[in-house]
């Protein structure tokens, strides 16, 4: 009886040395992955529910609760996307586009972006847009490039706005306006973008 408490009490031990030799991040990650909460949020999305599908990619994607696994982001985006939720479906697009999670695809982003685009999603509009100024996939065209920032900067995307506010005042594939350019990049600082306040404290406006 005494040998099995010692070996009880070193099996204890040697289990708290190796929870306490993990970051804390990771003990509270692998806690809340037993959790009741996400225990319920998987069950649904195993139940084919594709907003608890988007959640769970989400929280895989951003590695929000548990280990981020680009994999397993993928894997549930796409469940979510086969069901039509527009978001899973952007988001695949920008997983093939950065080959995360997936081998990287401009063909499959491009067709993912396009068709969101078309449907008038904001982002999906930069996206193309950039393809298209970048010539990704695609011949580099500013005129097409410009069209789609200049519908997803109407939508209030502010990486649309910053990017042909840039364009206008460096006359980069349109003649210069500083007029267009402060009131774009106004716009996109108002919404907190980062790479527009720089600008505005950078062009002192």
Do not use: H, R
């Not at 696994?69 to 697009?93: P, R």
């Not at 999670?101 to 067709?111: I, L, S």
Request: contains cysteine.
């Amino acid at each position: 009886m005494m040998k099995k408490n010692t070996f009880l009490l070193i099996a204890i031990l040697i289990l708290s040395c190796y929870q306490s030799a993990l970051p804390a991040d990771t003990v509270s990650k692998l806690s809340y992955e037993n959790s009741i909460e996400f225990k319920a949020i998987y069950k649904k999305a195993v139940d084919g529910i594709a907003e608890y599908q988007i959640q769970l990619a989400d929280m895989y994607y951003k590695g929000k609760g548990v280990k981020k696994d680009y994999k397993k982001a993928f894997e549930w985006f796409e469940q979510s996307a086969k069901q039509g939720l527009t978001n899973a479906q952007l988001f695949l697009g920008i997983m093939y586009y950065k080959g995360e999670g997936v081998e990287q695809d401009y063909q499959k982003a491009f067709e993912s972006f396009e068709k969101l685009a078309n449907q008038g999603v904001p982002y999906a509009q930069f996206l193309l847009g950039n393809m298209y100024y970048e010539g990704l996939l695609v011949k580099a065209d500013d005129k097409v490039a410009i069209k789609w920032f200049e519908k997803s900067a109407q939508g209030g995307n502010s990486s649309a706005q910053v990017k042909l506010g840039l364009m206008y005042y460096l006359g980069d594939g349109v003649p210069k306006n500083k007029a267009k350019a402060k009131s774009m990049i106004s716009k996109s600082a108002e919404q907190g973008n980062p790479d527009a306040k720089e600008l505005m404290q950078e062009l002192e406006w």
